[in-house]
């Protein structure tokens, strides 16, 4: 269905929304979308972040302790 829509189609649908919503009700609903987006972002980096830092902790050192003096 959405195959058929086309470029006079999407300058259609645009016009409609803009005329229904007016410029300063989606300038700040787009605001809001990329606060979102960048508040994902940082969870997702924050969450990687995270996930790296308890696999460094779990990696231990296991050489036994008469082999440490040795080195």
Do not use: Q
Request: aromatic share 2%.
């Amino acid at each position: 269905m959405l195959n058929n829509i086309g470029l006079p189609g999407l300058l259609l649908i645009a016009v409609v929304v803009l005329v229904l919503f007016g410029r300063g009700k989606i300038s700040s609903l787009m605001g809001e979308v990329g606060k979102g987006i960048t508040a994902f972002k940082k969870g997702v980096s924050d969450g990687t972040k995270e996930l790296e830092d308890d696999a460094a902790t779990a990696a231990k050192d296991v050489t036994p302790e008469a082999e440490k003096d040795k080195a």
